[in-house]
């Protein structure tokens, strides 16, 4: 995925996103310009979080498998909701980070 630096205005190719403790749970995921090193913050994540997204790795695995309409439901039924457990985790973070 191509993405433009809002720094240096070029566009390069999106790599593998690093990531950093920012404390012993709140782990940052960010990337970096290849060209300029401007660095773009994307998302943290705790431990929660990360649960949570492993788990919807696992869903959307087995979606790409499944043709079962109702089991297909079912999972999309709970990536929705842990999309939603996630974000409401991203928010507490924040409130963690910012207070
Ligand atoms: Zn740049």
Excluded: W
């Excluded at 403790?21 to 060209?35: A, G, K, Q, R, W």
């Excluded at 401007?38 to 998302?43: A, I, L, Q, T």
């Excluded at 457990?85 to 507490?92: A, F, H, S, T, Y």
């Amino acid at each position: 995925m191509k993405v433009k630096c809002e720094k240096c205005k070029k566009r390069y190719e999106l790599e593998k996103p690093k990531e950093r403790n920012i404390t012993d749970e709140i782990i940052e995921v960010y990337f970096i310009c290849p060209l300029c090193d401007h660095e773009v913050h994307s998302f943290y994540k705790n431990k929660k979080a990360m649960r949570l997204m492993n788990k919807n790795g696992e869903y959307q695995k087995e979606l790409k498998n499944t043709e079962d309409d109702n089991r297909r439901n079912l999972l999309l039924g709970k990536i929705r909701g842990n999309k939603f457990l996630i974000e409401k985790e991203q928010e507490v973070i924040e409130e963690q980070l910012n207070g």
